[in-house]
């Protein structure tokens, strides 16, 4: 088992280009999320799915936007980079029942110049 | 809302010394507690969490409601434990887990 897998593992944007980050998990899990980790600022979500079908803004979901493609996969997508976007993205996904055990993937290092 | 503060964005102890990292939250429920570690070129996991009361390498951590704390201890620091750990909060209705803003731990030799 991969568990959670994310690409691209590094890129570099110009401001105003757009994005996707894929992720996928083979956990069979219902929920998926994506965090973004800045110095001093710690994990915050941007978005979360509950479930297949569902999507629901986290604490930072403002320039962002997610796709729920299935149950294995979670996408988001920047549609204008900015430079308050450089950071690292993580995607996690846990079992519906133990939302507080979340698997992590290796991030995606985001750089907007 | 909830919220998880920890107050030290960077410990540095020696090896063999006591650790605690601290974590206070706010929240006006009952609160499940866990403590998130990523160790160097590692991903993101779960340490501990509260409900369970075990000690996991060597760390433990009590949720003290009174003083809404989740203070994570081990008595002897290892070089092993240098890492990043996250205090979680988890409130059941939000369906999601909030994070605090991160302690680097760093053992010294």
């Known amino acids: 088992n991969a568990g959670v897998t994310q690409t691209p593992k590094f890129q570099v944007l110009k401001t105003g280009q757009s994005m996707t980050l894929q992720c996928a998990q083979d956990?069979?899990?219902?929920?998926m999320y994506w965090y973004r980790q800045d110095p001093g600022m710690g994990l915050r979500l941007i978005y979360y799915?509950?479930?297949?079908?569902?999507?629901d803004k986290g604490e930072v979901p403002n320039g962002y936007n997610v796709s729920r493609l299935n149950k294995r996969e979670f996408s988001l997508r920047l549609e204008s980079a900015a430079p308050s976007q450089t950071s690292v993205y993580f995607c996690a996904s846990s079992d519906r029942d133990r939302v507080y055990e979340q698997y992590f993937g290796p991030g995606t290092r985001l750089t907007v110049t | 809302a909830q919220r998880v503060t920890q107050p030290e964005k960077l410990l540095s102890v020696f090896k063999g010394a006591p650790v605690e990292l601290k974590c206070n939250y706010s929240?006006?429920?009952?609160?499940?507690l866990f403590w998130y570690v990523q160790y160097s070129r590692q991903r993101l996991q779960l340490l501990l969490r509260?409900?369970s009361r075990e000690s996991i390498k060597g760390f433990t951590a009590d949720l003290n409601k009174g003083e809404t704390s989740f203070h994570l201890k081990k008595p002897f620091a290892q070089e092993e434990d240098s890492a990043m750990y996250y205090c979680a909060l988890f409130t059941g209705g939000g369906n999601k887990l909030t994070f605090g803003t991160g302690t680097q731990l760093k053992v010294e030799l």
């Open positions: 799915s509950a479930s297949e079908g569902t999507t």
């Open positions: 956990m069979n899990h219902n929920s």
């Open positions: 929240y006006s429920g009952s609160p499940e």
């Open positions: 509260h409900i």
